[in-house]
Nanobody, 115 residues
Framework: QVQLVESGGGLVQAGGSLRLSCAASGMFFSINAMGWYRQAPGNQRELVAVISSGHSSNYADSVKGRFTISRDNTKNTVYLQMNSLKPEDTAVYYC?????????WGQGTQVTVSS
Protein backbone atom coordinates (compact mmCIF):
# COMPACT_ATOMS: atom_id res chain seq x y z
CA GLN A 1 0.00 0.00 0.00
CA VAL A 2 0.96 3.64 -0.32
CA GLN A 3 3.25 4.92 2.42
CA LEU A 4 4.50 8.44 2.90
CA VAL A 5 7.22 9.15 5.46
CA GLU A 6 8.19 12.71 6.29
CA SER A 7 11.41 13.88 7.88
CA GLY A 8 13.38 17.06 8.43
CA GLY A 9 11.24 18.98 10.87
CA GLY A 10 12.62 20.66 13.96
CA LEU A 11 13.10 23.86 15.91
CA VAL A 12 14.54 26.88 14.12
CA GLN A 13 14.81 30.58 14.82
CA ALA A 14 12.86 33.08 12.77
CA GLY A 15 14.66 33.80 9.53
CA GLY A 16 16.17 30.33 9.42
CA SER A 17 15.69 27.47 6.98
CA LEU A 18 14.60 23.85 7.02
CA ARG A 19 14.19 21.22 4.33
CA LEU A 20 11.46 18.65 4.66
CA SER A 21 11.56 15.34 2.83
CA CYS A 22 8.81 12.86 2.07
CA ALA A 23 9.74 9.38 0.90
CA ALA A 24 6.98 7.54 -0.93
CA SER A 25 6.51 3.83 -1.52
CA GLY A 26 3.83 1.54 -2.87
CA MET A 27 2.93 3.80 -5.77
CA PHE A 28 4.06 4.90 -9.22
CA PHE A 29 5.61 8.02 -7.78
CA SER A 30 6.53 9.76 -11.02
CA ILE A 31 2.94 9.99 -12.25
CA ASN A 32 1.43 11.36 -9.04
CA ALA A 33 1.05 14.93 -7.96
CA MET A 34 2.49 15.45 -4.49
CA GLY A 35 1.64 18.08 -1.93
CA TRP A 36 2.63 19.52 1.41
CA TYR A 37 -0.01 20.62 3.89
CA ARG A 38 0.29 22.02 7.38
CA GLN A 39 -1.87 22.25 10.46
CA ALA A 40 -1.29 24.59 13.36
CA PRO A 41 -3.04 24.06 16.74
CA GLY A 42 -6.66 25.15 16.53
CA ASN A 43 -6.48 25.62 12.76
CA GLN A 44 -7.65 23.58 9.82
CA ARG A 45 -5.16 21.75 7.68
CA GLU A 46 -4.12 23.97 4.77
CA LEU A 47 -2.34 23.45 1.49
CA VAL A 48 1.20 24.80 1.43
CA ALA A 49 2.51 23.67 -1.95
CA VAL A 50 1.82 21.11 -4.65
CA ILE A 51 3.93 19.76 -7.50
CA SER A 52 2.59 17.91 -10.50
CA SER A 53 4.08 14.93 -12.27
CA GLY A 54 5.38 17.44 -14.81
CA HIS A 55 7.14 19.42 -12.07
CA SER A 56 4.85 22.45 -12.25
CA SER A 57 4.13 23.86 -8.81
CA ASN A 58 1.72 26.06 -6.92
CA TYR A 59 2.00 27.71 -3.52
CA ALA A 60 -0.14 29.24 -0.85
CA ASP A 61 0.14 33.01 -0.92
CA SER A 62 1.58 32.97 2.59
CA VAL A 63 4.68 31.03 1.51
CA LYS A 64 5.30 32.29 -2.03
CA GLY A 65 8.86 33.44 -2.49
CA ARG A 66 10.01 31.66 0.68
CA PHE A 67 9.20 27.97 0.14
CA THR A 68 10.14 25.75 -2.79
CA ILE A 69 8.67 22.34 -3.54
CA SER A 70 10.64 19.89 -5.65
CA ARG A 71 10.72 16.20 -6.44
CA ASP A 72 13.28 13.57 -7.30
CA ASN A 73 11.58 10.76 -9.17
CA THR A 74 14.71 8.59 -8.98
CA LYS A 75 14.40 8.61 -5.19
CA ASN A 76 10.58 8.65 -4.94
CA THR A 77 10.96 11.71 -2.75
CA VAL A 78 9.37 15.15 -2.60
CA TYR A 79 11.01 18.04 -0.77
CA LEU A 80 9.93 21.33 0.74
CA GLN A 81 12.71 23.87 1.12
CA MET A 82 11.58 26.50 3.62
CA ASN A 83 13.54 29.74 3.88
CA SER A 84 12.95 32.95 5.83
CA LEU A 85 10.82 31.05 8.29
CA LYS A 86 8.37 32.96 10.47
CA PRO A 87 6.75 32.03 13.78
CA GLU A 88 3.44 31.73 11.94
CA ASP A 89 4.93 28.86 9.92
CA THR A 90 4.89 26.76 13.09
CA ALA A 91 2.75 23.68 12.42
CA VAL A 92 2.77 19.97 11.75
CA TYR A 93 3.63 19.49 8.09
CA TYR A 94 2.08 16.59 6.18
CA CYS A 95 2.92 15.02 2.86
CA UNK A 96 -0.05 14.12 0.67
CA UNK A 97 -0.94 12.33 -2.52
CA UNK A 98 -4.06 10.82 -3.98
CA UNK A 99 -4.98 7.98 -6.29
CA UNK A 100 -8.47 7.74 -7.60
CA UNK A 101 -10.79 8.54 -4.70
CA UNK A 102 -8.20 7.72 -2.06
CA UNK A 103 -6.13 10.26 -0.18
CA UNK A 104 -2.85 9.30 1.44
CA TRP A 105 -1.09 11.18 4.23
CA GLY A 106 2.18 10.85 6.03
CA GLN A 107 2.42 10.89 9.79
CA GLY A 108 3.52 14.52 9.87
CA THR A 109 6.64 16.32 11.02
CA GLN A 110 6.67 19.18 13.51
CA VAL A 111 8.15 22.51 12.49
CA THR A 112 8.56 25.09 15.24
CA VAL A 113 9.83 28.59 14.51
CA SER A 114 10.87 30.66 17.50
CA SER A 115 10.79 34.45 17.49
Amino acid sequence: QVQLVESGGGLVQAGGSLRLSCAASGMFFSINAMGWYRQAPGNQRELVAVISSGHSSNYADSVKGRFTISRDNTKNTVYLQMNSLKPEDTAVYYCHTSRGRNDYWGQGTQVTVSS
